[in-house]
């Protein structure tokens, strides 16, 4: 059984510019949540994509956004990046519909916004 | 909407001491709660759950149990080694499927 993966692990963007990162859902999985855990805090909910679409969305503006494909995979995108962007992503991918809901996390992708 | 409160840190204890982690949340209905644990430069690891009231997750020596008359689920240790040194986060899934909701962390210094 393979874990879940993120790519890539670090990245540095300045301010205004475009991010895409990207996240291999655990075997078996069909829902995809991403998370945003700035330093020294908890996992922020950003939004959840079930079966290629989206499933619920947390407190974070339009130009934070996603896609899921049909193998599950997923990408978080994010236009027009601000400093306080900066933080560790985290995906989890779950399976809903079984009897036992839990969320399986990847190691991060730490983004730095200069 | 729902939230988890967290014991302030960090916590510092010396080897083979008992460890104890307060959390509280609020939810309506009944939520699953978590205990997950973050290594150094590592991600998330759930570590115990507890899905209904009075129910008792362990793992690794670490337990916790859902008390719903006191909204409380505290994480407990009877002997912490080196190793357990990381941040903790207790969190709660509530009725909803789409997110699960985090406290603030806990982080534990195990020192020889």
């Known amino acids: 059984e393979t874990g879940v993966t993120q790519s890539p692990t670090h990245l540095i963007k300045t301010r205004g510019q475009q991010v895409t990162l990207r996240c291999s859902s655990q075997s078996g999985h069909n829902t995809v949540s991403w998370y945003q855990q700035a330093l020294g805090q908890g996992p922020q909910f950003i939004f959840q994509y079930y079966r290629e679409e989206e499933n619920g969305r947390g407190n974070f503006p339009p130009r934070f956004s996603g896609l899921q494909f049909p193998n599950y995979s997923s990408e978080l995108n994010v236009n027009a990046l601000e400093l306080d962007d900066s933080a560790l992503y985290l995906c989890?991918?779950?399976?809903?519909?079984?009897?036992?809901?839990?969320?399986?996390f990847g190691p991060g992708t730490r983004l730095t916004v200069t | 909407g729902d939230s988890v409160t967290q014991m302030e840190g960090p916590v510092t204890l010396s080897e083979e001491a008992f460890l104890t982690i307060n959390c509280t949340y609020t939810a309506t209905g009944y939520p699953s709660l978590f205990w997950y644990v973050q290594y150094p430069g590592e991600g998330l690891q759930l570590l115990l759950k507890?899905?209904?009231?009075?129910d008792k997750g362990s793992n690794k020596g670490f337990e916790a149990t859902y008390r719903k008359e006191t909204t409380s689920f505290h994480l407990e240790k009877g002997s912490v080694q080196v190793s357990d040194s990381a941040v903790y986060f207790c969190?709660?899934?509530?009725?909803?499927?789409?997110?699960?909701?985090f406290g603030p962390g806990t982080s534990l210094s195990v020192i020889p």
């Open positions: 507890a899905t209904k009231a009075d």
């Open positions: 989890a991918s779950s399976w809903v519909g079984g009897a036992d809901y839990e969320q399986y």
């Open positions: 969190a709660l899934r509530g009725t909803s499927y789409d997110k699960v909701i």
